[in-house]
């Protein structure tokens, strides 16, 4: 019983224990776990010493952008997709743009077809339908659902922004099918109205987003949608939340069984606002849409995501240069750049600022980066789970290796990084994707395409009417 791949002592963290413990992967799978020492004596093609080091289920970042227009700015192509292995991350789920009048599944097909043997890691699409999509459009949820595109999301605001109307109808074909609604949650008459404010008032700096997109503008999107998603029956999963006061009234909606979810973002977890003002370090460029907020919100999202009223971390990765953003977006209050890169910092720096400085525990921080987005989003537990049967995804932490973030040894395009010397605690020593080595000690390599695009399923215990609100939080009173 040979293996090809045994990953050798480490702390394994499995869906019911952190043990040392020996990883067998056999065919792509995980076939084996067993006491150190143990499985290598059967047979290994392929060896990984995991001594002193964390052994965890590839990352899983539910929430990014390749290869897309905003703007008049595109962001970063799929060759750059080696970035989420670099930090640990074995799946993304990008999004299929949908506009105007085409038809849903065949833009489906398209963006599929764009992004086939192109992607370093596995990946999955949400859709994204812009604007007030059409009866016709609405017809054909059903259809992208049951195809193994299971999530569809719609905006409160911007260009690309849905009315409650809309809203309302595409929450109900997604409850009749089976589908999950995702939220981009910011409130378009209120941020509108605030800008206008801010512009008679001279107040014209970037930074002064934080006062026109503030906590309120997105607390109000939040309760109006989880409301629709109440009385529609879908399910709903927030995107980027950033305000303190919108991650409790998502709590609110869970404590009452409503299936809400959420996730923050890294870059949420890591800065505030203040940082939009440090015009010599070009801070505009920590922006994100929904605005990163205050001190008082990080810390009440940290609490929120220890108390399990959000699910995820996620980076909403669209990167591009500094000079895009600043050259062909814009730094004024009305015209403000935005986006991160960050999809291969997510995970070490979750680490580092949540395990290393104790805000969270080992297995918490599993369930962030990995096994919920695996459970809500419908890859569980072929993704998300260090256990006999799953895809061999597996990411190996040294949590004692300290090192320094420079942006010219990350892989993604921005010529800048959020977290520019920083020093990180617990660095990825290995990724693996399908039992494939992509990352090791330092040096990629496996094979730059080998990513597979994963048809999804919900499974109705996490989103379906009575779904269990815990299943996302089985590390709660646990050690570790
Ligand atoms: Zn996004």
Redesign the pocket.
């Known amino acids: 019983m040979t293996f090809d791949l045994v990953v050798q002592g480490g702390t394994v963290v499995t869906p019911t224990s952190v043990e040392q413990l020996d990883v067998g992967v056999r065919d792509g799978k995980i076939a084996a776990l067993g006491a150190p020492g143990s499985l290598a004596a059967q047979g290994a093609r392929q060896t990984i010493a995991a001594d002193g080091c964390l052994v965890i289920p590839g990352g899983i970042d539910p929430?990014v952008?390749y290869d897309m227009g905003f703007a008049a700015v595109r962001s970063e192509d799929r060759k750059y997709s080696i970035a989420p292995a670099w930090g640990g991350t074995t799946t993304v789920i990008d999004?299929v743009f949908h506009e105007g009048d085409a038809s849903l599944v065949q833009t489906v097909e398209e963006r599929k077809a764009s992004a086939a043997g192109l992607m370093a890691v596995d990946y999955s699409f949400h859709v994204l339908l812009s604007a007030n999509p059409s009866f016709e459009v609405m017809d054909e949820i059903g259809a992208v659902i049951r195809g193994g595109i299971p999530t569809i999301k719609t905006l409160t605001t911007y260009g690309w922004m849905s009315d409650d109307g809309h809203i309302w109808g595409v929450y109900n074909e997604v409850a009749k099918h089976g589908g999950l609604a995702i939220a981009?949650a910011e409130d378009d008459a209120i941020a509108n109205w605030l800008t206008k404010k801010a512009l008679r008032e001279g107040r014209t700096h970037g930074a002064h987003i934080v006062e026109t997109r503030g906590p309120l503008v997105e607390e109000a999107a939040v309760r109006r949608l989880a409301l629709l998603a109440e009385r529609s029956g879908a399910p709903l999963y927030f995107?980027?939340v950033g305000a303190g006061s919108a991650a409790a009234a998502i709590g609110e909606y869970r404590r009452r069984g409503v299936p809400i979810y959420g996730e923050s973002l890294i870059t949420y977890l890591s800065f505030t606002a203040d940082k939009l003002w440090d015009d010599e370090n070009r801070g505009l460029l920590w922006n994100n849409y929904p605005v990163i907020k205050h001190q008082a919100d990080q810390d009440r999202l940290w609490s929120a995501l220890t108390a399990d009223e959000l699910q995820v971390v996620s980076s909403?990765h669209?990167s591009t240069t500094s000079e895009t953003r600043y050259e062909r977006m814009g730094t004024r209050v009305d015209n403000l750049q935005a986006g991160q890169a960050a999809v291969e910092m997510r995970l070490p720096v979750l680490y580092s600022r949540g395990v290393a400085e104790g805000r969270i525990g080992l297995r918490r921080f599993v369930e962030l980066v990995s096994t919920n987005a695996a459970k809500i989003m419908g890859l569980y537990p072929q993704k998300g789970a260090l256990q006999v049967g799953s895809d061999a995804d597996i990411t190996v932490i040294d949590p004692n290796a300290s090192w320094q973030v420079r942006w010219q040894e990350h892989h993604m395009i921005a010529d800048y990084n959020c977290w520019e010397g920083e020093q990180l605690k617990g660095r990825v020593k290995a990724t693996v994707l399908r039992g494939t080595p992509l990352v090791l000690d330092g040096s990629w390599v496996g094979p730059t395409t080998a990513g597979a695009f994963l048809a999804r399923t919900l499974d109705p215990r996490i989103v379906g009417p009575g779904a269990d609100l815990s299943a996302t939080h089985e590390s709660a009173g646990s050690p570790g």
Request: net charge negative; charged share 10%.
């Open positions: 929430h952008h999004q981009h995107f980027h909403d669209f």
